[in-house]
């Protein structure tokens, strides 16, 4: 039951007040509410300003050794763009990967190893002190586990750095990999200097701060390099994580009556198809872009029939009430009030309780209502995209198992 991983104001402001901000933000991602600090004062920049031959375009990937990274690297090469992949020393799950690894992994792609952490190594390892040195940037990075630190360290100050330099070396065009839930406007967005709120268990947490602070400082950028926002729903193997115990006669386990939420999962490869179309296509310039699969949106019942269906095996559900994880939300946050430690497991269960109710859904703002804490996603104004389908996934995984398919430090959020 993992869920897909993924806010900074100061202390909560109204709801209805963040709710309608919110819709400023979607309404114009070039007119957020905070401006980000200039470094230069050369000409906005466009992707129409890139090379016309793919092979003339200098593509910088950051976060290439993570989950969606990997997809991304490799599409980019396949469609004949000069990409340079910027990773780790170590890399992979829990840093057992090394140089010769990722250069095995990007044979494509020219490699180089630094810091996103270090500006200093970004300026110098990844752009070579050379302004110019590249015409795209494409940050994939995502925390490696999600907790509060990590999330600022790497969903802002690391993604920063990169935006940064980016400006700073005249590069034109920055797609971002964002998600769908930092939307909801309800989050730790509204409490990140304070941590006070008014239900220990309904904000999904420090990942979407992070991210959203970060789109609005990207949004506030446009001036100098245009950008792309990539809010994808679930990917097919955030939702394959119960096809061994099903095959093996266990219950598919699911939170309530299993349609507390839907999403319309969409393939790595297919969401890497799509990052890569933000490179050339003008009506993706300077939006933000939720970005779904083909078919219909799915609820947990729904997944878990197909998946029945597909192995040809009698459905067996087992139905546990929201409360229990909400019980142990509230123990885990009291405990996180003592004890410094507890607080990364306290966010955790905060965003396993988000993903359990929420939907990966386009968040209808004109029919939900912040004040009495209700949303309504549109299934129907969630795009969709690709050709891969998550019947067809499971068809796959359930011969072929999961091997190599592991989230890995993510897969909490993923």
Request: proline share 4%; net charge neutral.
């Given at each position: 039951?993992?869920?897909?991983?993924?806010?900074?104001?100061?202390?909560?402001?109204?709801?209805?007040?963040?709710?309608?901000?919110?819709?400023?933000?979607?309404?114009?991602?070039?007119?957020?509410?905070?401006?980000?600090?200039?470094?230069?004062?050369?000409?906005?920049?466009?992707?129409?300003?890139?090379?016309?031959?793919?092979?003339?375009?200098?593509?910088?990937v950051?976060?290439?050794?993570?989950?969606?990274?990997?997809?991304?690297?490799?599409?980019?090469?396949?469609?004949?763009?000069?990409?340079?992949?910027?990773?780790?020393?170590?890399?992979?799950?829990?840093?057992k990967?090394?140089?010769?690894?990722?250069?095995?992994?990007f044979?494509?792609?020219?490699?180089?190893?630094?810091?996103?952490?270090?500006?200093?190594?970004?300026?110098?390892?990844?752009?070579?002190?050379?302004?110019?040195?590249?015409?795209?940037?494409?940050?994939?990075?995502?925390?490696?586990?999600?907790?509060?630190?990590?999330?600022?360290?790497?969903?802002?100050?690391?993604?920063?750095?990169?935006?940064?330099?980016?400006?700073?070396?005249?590069?034109?065009?920055?797609?971002?990999?964002?998600?769908?839930?930092?939307?909801?406007?309800?989050?730790?967005?509204?409490?990140?200097?304070?941590?006070?709120h008014?239900?220990?268990?309904?904000?999904?947490?420090?990942?979407?701060?992070?991210?959203?602070?970060?789109?609005?400082?990207?949004?506030?950028?446009?001036?100098?390099?245009?950008?792309?926002?990539?809010r994808?729903?679930?990917?097919?193997?955030?939702?394959a994580?119960?096809?061994?115990?099903?095959q093996?006669?266990?219950?598919?386990?699911?939170?309530?009556?299993?349609?507390?939420?839907?999403?319309?999962?969409?393939?790595?490869?297919?969401?890497?198809?799509?990052?890569?179309?933000?490179?050339?296509?003008?009506?993706?310039?300077?939006?933000?872009?939720?970005?779904?699969?083909?078919?219909?949106?799915?609820?947990?019942?729904?997944?878990?029939?197909?998946?029945?269906?597909?192995?040809g095996?009698?459905?067996?559900?087992?139905?546990?009430?929201?409360?229990?994880?909400?019980?142990v939300?509230?123990?885990?946050?009291?405990?996180?009030?003592?004890?410094?430690?507890?607080?990364?497991?306290?966010?955790?269960?905060?965003?396993?309780?988000?993903?359990?109710?929420?939907?990966?859904?386009?968040?209808?703002d004109?029919?939900?209502?912040?004040?009495?804490?209700?949303?309504?996603?549109?299934?129907?104004?969630?795009?969709?995209?690709?050709?891969?389908?998550?019947?067809?996934?499971?068809?796959?995984?359930?011969?072929?198992?999961?091997?190599g398919?592991e989230?890995?430090?993510?897969?909490?959020?993923?």
């Amino acid at each position: 039951m993992a869920a897909s991983a993924m806010s900074a104001r100061a202390h909560v402001a109204p709801a209805a007040s963040s709710l309608n901000a919110a819709r400023r933000g979607r309404a114009s991602s070039t007119a957020p509410a905070r401006r980000a600090r200039r470094v230069s004062t050369t000409p906005r920049a466009s992707i129409a300003d890139l090379p016309k031959d793919n092979a003339s375009v200098k593509v910088l990937v950051v976060g290439g050794t993570g989950y969606i990274g990997k997809f991304v690297v490799r599409e980019l090469c396949a469609q004949g763009y000069d990409v340079t992949a910027f990773v780790r020393e170590k890399s992979g799950i829990g840093g057992k990967s090394g140089k010769e690894d990722a250069r095995r992994t990007f044979p494509d792609a020219t490699v180089k190893f630094g810091s996103v952490s270090d500006v200093a190594s970004i300026r110098g390892d990844a752009f070579g002190d050379a302004d110019g040195a590249f015409d795209v940037v494409v940050s994939c990075l995502a925390s490696r586990t999600g907790g509060i630190k990590d999330s600022w360290d790497v969903d802002y100050q690391a993604t920063k750095n990169v935006l940064d330099v980016a400006r700073e070396k005249g590069a034109k065009h920055f797609v971002l990999l964002s998600a769908i839930c930092v939307q909801k406007p309800l989050l730790t967005f509204q409490k990140a200097r304070s941590y006070s709120h008014r239900s220990p268990y309904d904000r999904v947490g420090v990942v979407n701060a992070a991210k959203l602070k970060f789109e609005e400082e990207l949004a506030a950028a446009s001036s100098e390099i245009s950008h792309s926002i990539v809010r994808p729903t679930a990917f097919f193997k955030s939702l394959a994580g119960q096809v061994e115990s099903v095959q093996k006669g266990g219950p598919y386990v699911m939170f309530g009556d299993g349609q507390l939420a839907s999403c319309k999962p969409i393939s790595e490869r297919d969401l890497a198809k799509y990052m890569a179309e933000c490179i050339r296509d003008p009506k993706l310039e300077n939006k933000i872009l939720p970005i779904g699969g083909p078919g219909e949106a799915m609820s947990a019942l729904q997944q878990g029939t197909m998946l029945f269906e597909i192995l040809g095996m009698e459905p067996k559900f087992i139905k546990v009430p929201i409360e229990v994880m909400d019980g142990v939300i509230k123990v885990l946050d009291t405990f996180a009030g003592f004890f410094s430690n507890m607080r990364d497991a306290a966010e955790f269960g905060k965003i396993g309780r988000y993903y359990a109710a929420e939907s990966m859904l386009v968040l209808d703002d004109e029919k939900s209502d912040a004040e009495k804490d209700e949303w309504v996603y549109d299934a129907s104004k969630t795009p969709s995209y690709g050709t891969d389908t998550l019947g067809d996934f499971f068809k796959k995984v359930s011969v072929e198992g999961l091997a190599g398919q592991e989230l890995g430090d993510q897969a909490v959020f993923k």
